[in-house]
């Protein structure tokens, strides 16, 4: 369980080496102990455009006008990981504590940090209780039951370069994490109560399959289809050979209204490859849902709003979402300087039924340079232009730049 928090946050794009300097603790009664992590800040200027046709689409993310500065957390929190593990008999045994706090405070209704922090309500910077789960596993694979990462979509953001950067930021005065690529190519996987059993490691193939805490389907309006009576499938399947990976994941989610008996169920397909090694990378992948929505999966957060699943139309009918990612990052020989560069689109479109037709579309374009000036401390310099777009009614795009400098550093 060796650095599972930082693993599964974005080292998988060749960054592993900075966390080698975790303290690990060996227990009297066999177990170990392991204290692990991150901590990141950037300075992020964004100016959005002052003119753009696309007013109230569904799921659009940038708005109209407005400039200003922040100093805040990117798109991967920091990390505080505590991991115990031990082995009893033939069996494997494990605990897992991820607290993800942000550095920054909340904005008040202007826009603006609330003296300093110290506003109704945004005192301080929150901690975000990310992951907290069991392991149990063995020469027959592992069982995981707790909360972590779900599986679809999982692979699409590990591989994503603005793990170590910002992306998309979501509000330049957002409490939480940047956007990165959420809604801009695939859509957040979050981290959800489970139990899934995974083959043994290892291996070039691997199996994942899990049942999952369930969510409601939501629309703009809020939580459509509430009840929920049995749990989320999720599955994803990885196969490793050379400098090529590949995968693939999907999820099946059912929900009913019990006022009108009706029930839908949601599904949802996404994969993709890396291709490349230290020097030179590759990486594409997609998705494509029915009733998943776009940024936050299902109901979203708090239901409706342009953050929440939206994959509900306003006939009750469930929405197409689709996306993807294409990605190139390069390394020269013996250098600690990585240069990167990807474009993303997610787009969400309106049911057949719905009286306002509508195909919702969200593009960022990434460029970004990273430095390991220690084999710990990471300096990045990152570029982001977003755009969104309406395309049924072919209206002018609402244009974002944001622009940030950062340093993170992993232990």
Not at 224 to 250: C, F, H, L, M
Request: charged residues 15%.
């Amino acid at each position: 369980m060796k650095r599972v928090a930082l693993l599964c946050l974005g080292l998988a794009v060749g960054a592993a080496s900075a966390a080698e300097a975790q303290l690990t603790m060996q227990m009297s009664n066999g177990w170990s102990f392991t204290f692990s992590g991150n901590v990141n800040a950037f300075a992020i200027y964004e100016s959005t455009s002052e003119s753009g046709g696309t007013l109230d689409a569904p799921g659009g993310l940038v708005g109209i006008g407005g400039k200003g500065f922040n100093v805040r957390t990117g798109l991967l929190p920091a990390f505080a990981v505590f991991d115990a593990k031990g082995k009893e008999g033939s069996t494997d045994l494990g605990v897992h504590f991820g607290f993800a706090p942000g550095i920054q405070c909340g904005g008040d209704a202007d826009g603006a940090n609330v003296h300093d922090c110290f506003g109704l309500g945004t005192a301080g910077a929150r901690i975000d209780m990310r992951q907290v789960y069991l392991t149990v596993g063995g020469s027959w694979g592992q069982i995981l039951a707790g909360r972590e990462i779900g599986l679809f979509q999982r692979q699409n953001i590990l591989t994503d370069q603005t793990l170590f950067g910002i992306g998309a930021t979501g509000g330049i005065n957002s409490i939480g994490t940047t956007l990165g690529r959420i809604g801009f190519g695939y859509v957040y996987p979050n981290f959800v109560p489970q139990m899934t059993y995974s083959t043994a490691a290892g291996r070039p193939g691997q199996l994942s399959i899990g049942i999952f805490a369930p969510a409601g389907l939501g629309g703009d309006a809020g939580t459509v289809y509430g009840e929920t009576q049995v749990p989320r499938v999720e599955a994803e399947g990885t196969w490793k050979s050379g400098d090529i990976t590949v995968w693939a994941n999907g999820t099946v989610q059912n929900a009913k209204d019990p006022g009108t008996d009706v029930s839908k169920t949601a599904t949802g397909a996404g994969g993709g490859f890396r291709f490349g090694g230290s020097t030179f990378s590759l990486t594409g992948s997609g998705y494509w849902g029915k009733g998943i929505g776009t940024t936050l999966q299902f109901n979203g957060v708090g239901g409706g709003g342009v953050l929440g699943g939206l994959g509900v139309g306003t006939d009750g009918e469930l929405r197409t979402s689709y996306g993807f990612i294409g990605q190139v990052t390069f390394t020269p020989a013996n250098s600690k300087l990585t240069v990167a560069g990807s474009y993303g689109s997610s787009y969400l479109k309106a049911t057949d039924g719905e009286p306002v037709d509508f195909k919702t579309e969200n593009t960022l374009i990434s460029g970004g340079i990273y430095f390991q000036a220690t084999k710990s401390l990471r300096v990045v310099g990152e570029g982001n232009y977003a755009w969104t777009k309406e395309s049924v009614a072919d209206a002018d795009k609402n244009k974002t730049f944001a622009p940030a400098f950062g340093l993170m550093l992993f232990f």
